[in-house]
């Protein structure tokens, strides 16, 4: 079974406006990280937010905020406004205690910022 | 700023050849990662290591090898290169994971090298 699973592989948003990019994950560890990055065109992995399994709030970065939902094992990434900037792969991952702290990454979903 | 940097940007070589892809990072990080990344399958963990001369193979080990001589350099080796190790390679470094799963640590990517194995 998929530890991440992001199920658009391709997503377009109009320029201005905010996306939502799904991520589900599996777990049964009661501690766990989960992190989105970005990956332009020209290919390294960007950092982009990160949302810890016992956080209350869900967790913001400027444009980027994550829509946690523990109980139906969510962790969206909302971009407001987006920009043209904003197109590229996005990847939903995640850290348990039992893979020895590694990241799981799941497969992406590439976002098309439209002007 | 964490600074990962890898030796090539492109590579190309020949089946058969022994290849060396080398990452170097700045920040002291104890641990440091290889992945490959391919379309549809997103990244894969090739191997890893917390330490210096210790690795732990990831989820696809097999047909390479990795040295990790001194803290901030992390070598992936491709034995006996094949086509279908024809990639995008990542390297990565993150602090020491112990600190626990749901520490913000993140790891730090370097820009990666695109492998063609003719």
């Known amino acids: 079974a998929q530890k991440i699973t992001q199920t658009q592989p391709g997503m377009f948003v109009q320029e201005k406006e905010a996306v939502t990019l799904d991520c589900t994950y599996d777990?049964?560890?009661?501690?766990?990280?989960l992190f989105w990055y970005k990956q332009p065109s020209s290919g390294e992995m960007i950092f982009l937010i990160y949302q810890g399994s016992y956080d209350e709030q869900n967790a913001t970065e400027g444009r980027y905020s994550l829509n946690f939902q523990k109980a139906r094992k969510s962790a969206n990434l909302v971009i407001s406004a987006s920009q043209l900037g904003d197109s590229a792969m996005y990847f939903c991952a995640m850290r348990e205690m039992r893979s020895q702290g590694n990241l799981i990454f799941g497969k992406g979903t590439k976002l098309s910022v439209k002007p | 700023d964490v600074k990962v940097t890898q030796s090539s940007r492109y590579l190309v070589k020949r089946t058969g050849e022994k290849v060396f892809l080398e990452c170097v990072q700045d920040?002291?990080?104890?641990?440091m990662f290889w992945y490959r990344q391919d379309p549809g399958l997103g990244l894969r963990l090739i191997y890893f290591?917390?330490?210096?001369?210790?690795?732990e193979k990831g989820d696809i080990p097999e047909g390479y090898s990795v040295s990790r001589e001194k803290k901030e350099r992390f070598s992936l080796i491709l034995e006996s290169a094949s086509t279908n190790q024809t990639s995008m390679y990542l390297c990565a470094s993150s602090r020491i994971w112990a600190l626990g799963a749901d520490s913000t640590d993140t790891q730090y990517f370097g820009p990666g090298t695109r492998l063609t194995v003719l």
């Open positions: 920040m002291d990080h104890e641990n």
């Open positions: 777990t049964s560890d009661q501690s766990y990280g």
């Open positions: 290591s917390y330490d210096v001369k210790m690795k």
